[in-house]
Structure formats: C-alpha cells, structure tokens
C-alpha cells in the first residue's frame, strides 16, 4: 500500500510538473526569449532558480555520507558556496550582465576570438553532458531501488521527462519548475526534520549519542586547506560556470543579477543546515553504517520515519533536484549549440524559427546523450568520483580565463589557450599518470587547490609581465568596439511590440508559478489526511506554501509597465 501511494505521488507530480512545460510551448519567439526570458525575468525567480540548480541526488547521497561520517563539517563545506556567491554578487554577476551577451560563450567569442570560442564549447559540451548523465544515474537508481522498479526503464523515464519540458518551454519552463521543486524539496525536508528529531528522542538525546567531535568545523580529510580551495573554486564555479552565468544576464540590470548572486548566497547560508541534520540524525539511530553504506543515510532516515505518501513527496523532491541541476545544464548546451555554433557559424540568417526549431531538437540530442552516459554508469563503475574528478581538471582552466577576461585589458586569445592547455595537461597528468608511473596520487584537497590555483597564478603572472609592457590586448580593444555596435544595433532595433511580449510572457510565467504553488499545497493538504504521523506539520506547511502563492500573483499583476514605456521612449529616441 505505502509504495502504491509513494508511486502515485511521484506519477501526479512529474505529471504537473510536466504538463508546466507545454504551457510554454509557444512563448519563445525567438533565442533571447526561449533562453533568457527576454532578459526580463524577476531577480528573485533567477535566484531561486539558481539555487535549484546547484541540487542533485548528489547533495542527499555524497553530501549525506560526509554528514554521517564527519557531522558539521558537510556544512562548512557547503558554506563556501554562499562565499563563492556574494564574491560573485559583488564582482562579477554585474560585469556578465553588462557584457551584453546571451551565453557566457558568446562573450568568449567576442572577447577572446572565435578559435577559443570553439576550443570551449568543445570541452563545456562534454564536460555538461557527462557529468548531468553521470547524476542522472544515482537518482533513478534512489527511485528505483525505494520503489521496487527496473533501473534501465528508470533512469529513461526519467531522463525522457527531464528532457521533454526543457526542450518545450525553454528558460521560463526550466525556471517554473525550478521553483516548484524547491517548494516540494523544502516542504519534505521540514517535514523530515522534526519527525527525525522525534525518533531519536529530541535535541539532547541526538547531542548525546553522537562523537564527541560531530560538531567539529572540520573534520578527517576535510581540512583547512581542504575549505580554503573550495572557496575558490567555488568563486570560479558559481561566478563563471556556464549554467550559472545565464541566471545573471536573463535579469533586466546588472544591480539585478546582484540580487540573484546574493539571495543565492542567503539560502546557502541557512540550507545545509537544514538538509544535514537528518542524516547527522541517524548516526544517533544507527551509527553500524561503514563504507558505500553510508551513502544511503539520507534514504534510510526517510524510509524510517516517513509514512506513506511523505516517501513519496520526499523521492520527489530528490529527484526533482537533480532534474533542475540536469534541465539547466541541458539549456545552457542547448543555447551554446543553437546561438554559438549554429548561428554563429553555420546559417548565420537563419531565421527566429528555424532558430527555435534547432534549439528544442538540440536539447533532444544532448538529452538524450545524457541518458545514454547514465546507462553506462553501472558499467564502468565509480564513475561518479570520476566525473567529480572531471571538474576539478576541467573547471578552473576552463571558467578562469573567461573570468579574468571580464576584467582584464590584457589577456589575449593566445593567451588563454596556453593557459588552459597547461592547466588541463598539468591535471590530466597528476589524476591519470602520476598513479601510475610516480605511484602518487593527489589528495582531494591538493587536487582543487592545483586545478583552480595554477590557472590563476599562471593569469596573474601574465597580467604583471603585461602591465610592465603597457600592453592593451587588440583582443579587448576589437571587444569593445564589437559591444557598442551590439548597444546601438539594439538601440536602434527597439521593438515595442516584442517589448510587450517580453512582458505577457513573464507575467504569465509568475501566474503559472502560483498556481503551481496552489497545486502543492492542495496535494500536501491531502497527503496531511492520508499519513500517519506528522499529520499538523504537513497541514502547516501546506498553508504556508498557499500564503507563498500570493508573492508570485501580486508580483505579476506588479510587473512594471515602465518596460513597455522604456522601450517605446528608446524607439522614439531612435527615430528622432
């Protein structure tokens, strides 16, 4: 009976969710609208959409492991992502935004030139396509395993419907759901903590049953040093991350893409604490778990103290995190394909829909690369230290450079592509070589301090030989010319009527937003009839998660006209 209602749960929801991305069907009119929401959308949908995007079943598994094993410091690891993101809010977001540019890779073509665009589209497809088909197997194995189902039919059901609403609505579909499953993750995990507290007895019985170090800032291998690299490389990641960068150009100002950074920041700062504590929990109610088994502490303090239905909600919440992580990833490729690489080299006049129409089968293509990648996991095995492995070799010669080029007068084409093949190389030989011919392995730490350290040390090196020189790259000065004829092209090419789209568009994307909020809450009301235990908290949080709809309505019914009246005043402008 417990896995019939779970199973329905998680039917009903994806169904939703769903049914949320064919009514975006025919919003985009064109690229900036399909992928950056007419670079319009509210900064607190942009925020909270770039904090679903962080999530993955990874969060509850390596994250929930490192919780049981070590306790708190699973978040003070995670509290370096908060400090990536208000460097980010404070430095960078702004300088993206005011680029211009629709993709981060757009910007790499402008600034640095088309030979390096190429060489980072290259490396950002495979990297974006294995890793999201690598995270795609630990949830459908979660799904699979807690309901009894198939893996292989799994993990393609579920790829098929991460794909189908991306590839449909675009942006607005991926930033819609983004915000339904925060809400659903949320409303699970605050019904998950207190009946954890509940079973172990309150506050004082789990303080008392766990090591004497489980509150320890750091803990085993995760040092100082350790914490010190990832805050780097988090403010390499968060700031220059591909994905990320499009929460902050599809904003409306670059003080707006501050406030996504920085709202992202905040629920970085209270989240895992909130997420931790219950696999921190268990270890008080089941401290035998050792090796791989810790790994499935998360699940198993929810099968223990979850009645049916509050299984379900909390599995979809799980994989919904992971479908918000995969979908923007997918989007992001999608964007670099269509804008970068088809427009931009092969049919340059293309035209809006023959434009859309390659956007939404390239997301079925490296969709569908993604399933093929998570149905090979099993067979080669370990591969998703692996592909955490492929981020630390590939992230910071591959977002660093770009990041520098924001701000630097100096860094040339050239440049850039030395430095991000001695940082790969340099990695590549101490993750795949080193063990075998030196018998030397990195340790995690070392690993990150050197795949982010070396490509900054090697830029900065360059930048004070330059400055000696008093050398402004042609590169920059080629740049700057090339955004303010991108200014006044778009100056000139005011449309009122795509102004007013732009703006029906998003007022319909935060009503859909609300009525989502308005589904979930009706569906926990009655999920607070049909469990067992935590009855009032789900009816509680079900009213909460109804008052929250009425942010998303009136912000709606608020969406300024001054957008409307900026561009027909720039239109008359133009034409006078």
Not at 99 to 120: D, H, M, N, P, S
Not at 266 to 284: D, Q, R
Not at 299 to 324: D, E, H, N, R
Not at 442 to 454: C, D, M, N, P, S
Request: include cysteine.
């Amino acid at each position: 009976m417990s896995l019939t209602i779970d199973t329905l749960v998680i039917l009903i929801f994806s169904a939703f969710v769903l049914g949320i991305g064919m009514l975006f069907v025919r919003t985009g009119r064109n690229l900036k609208s399909f992928f950056a929401g007419g670079e319009a959308v509210p900064w607190f949908i942009g925020g909270l959409s770039l904090f679903m995007s962080f999530f993955s079943a990874g969060t509850f598994v390596a994250w929930g492991s490192i919780a049981y094993k070590y306790g708190w410091v699973a978040i003070t690891i995670q509290w370096t992502m908060c400090i990536g993101a208000l460097v980010t809010g404070l430095y960078l977001a702004p300088r993206w935004k005011a680029t211009g540019a629709l993709t981060a890779a757009e910007f790499i073509r402008q600034r640095l030139g088309l030979t390096v665009q190429k060489a980072y589209i290259f490396i950002f497809t495979l990297v974006s396509v294995f890793i999201k088909g690598s995270v795609l197997y630990p949830v459908a194995k979660l799904v699979s395993t807690s309901l009894n189902l198939p893996l292989v039919p799994c993990t393609v059901g579920l790829g098929i419907f991460m794909i189908a609403y991306t590839a449909v609505g675009g942006l607005w579909a991926v930033m819609v759901t983004d915000i339904l499953q925060f809400v659903v993750l949320s409303a699970a995990v605050f019904i998950l903590l207190p009946l954890s507290f509940d079973r172990v007895g309150g506050f004082d019985a789990f303080t008392n049953k766990v090591p004497d170090d489980f509150f320890n800032l750091l803990a085993g291998e995760y040092t100082l040093g350790f914490v010190l690299a990832f805050v780097f490389y988090h403010i390499a990641y968060i700031g220059g991350n591909w994905t990320f960068v499009q929460r902050y150009t599809s904003v409306d100002s670059p003080k707006s893409s501050r406030k996504v950074a920085f709202l992202f920041a905040g629920l970085y700062l209270v989240s895992p604490i909130i997420w931790m504590l219950p696999p921190m929990i268990y270890k008080a109610i089941d401290p035998s778990l050792t090796g791989l088994d810790t790994e499935n502490a998360y699940l198993k303090i929810c099968q223990l103290v979850l009645p049916p239905g509050l299984l379900g909600l909390m599995l979809t919440g799980m994989y919904f995190s992971t479908s918000a992580s995969a979908n923007t990833a997918l989007n992001v490729v999608s964007a670099v394909f269509t804008n970068d690489i088809y427009k931009g080299l092969i049919n340059p006049g293309a035209s809006d829909k023959q434009l859309i129409r390659v956007a939404r089968g390239s997301s079925w293509f490296f969709g569908l690369g993604m399933i093929g990648i998570a149905l090979l996991v099993p067979a080669a095995g370990g591969i998703v230290e692996v592909v955490l492995s492929i981020s630390a070799i590939s992230g910071g010669p591959l977002l660093a450079p770009p990041l520098w080029a924001l701000f630097s007068k100096r860094l040339t084409s050239q440049v850039t592509l030395w430095i991000t093949g001695i940082g790969l190389s340099v990695n590549l030989f101490f993750k795949v070589l080193s063990p075998w011919l030196l018998d030397y392995k990195l340790t995690r730490a070392t690993e990150t301090v050197i795949g982010v350290g070396l490509p900054l040390l090697l830029l900065l090196a360059y930048e004070l030989w330059a400055a000696r020189r008093t050398a402004t790259s042609p590169d920059y000065e080629n740049y700057l010319r090339a955004r303010d004829q991108k200014r006044e092209d778009a100056r000139l090419a005011v449309d009122p009527e795509e102004a007013q789209a732009i703006r029906q568009q998003n007022r319909f994307g935060l009503q859909v937003i609300a009525v989502s909020l308005v589904f979930t809450a009706v569906m926990l009301l009655g999920l607070s009839f049909l469990t067992t235990e935590g009855r009032g908290i789900t009816a509680g949080i079900a009213v909460l998660v109804l008052a929250g709809a009425l942010i998303p309505w009136r912000a709606s019914k608020q969406t300024p006209t001054e957008l409307v009246h900026d561009q027909l005043q720039k239109f008359i402008n133009a034409n006078h």
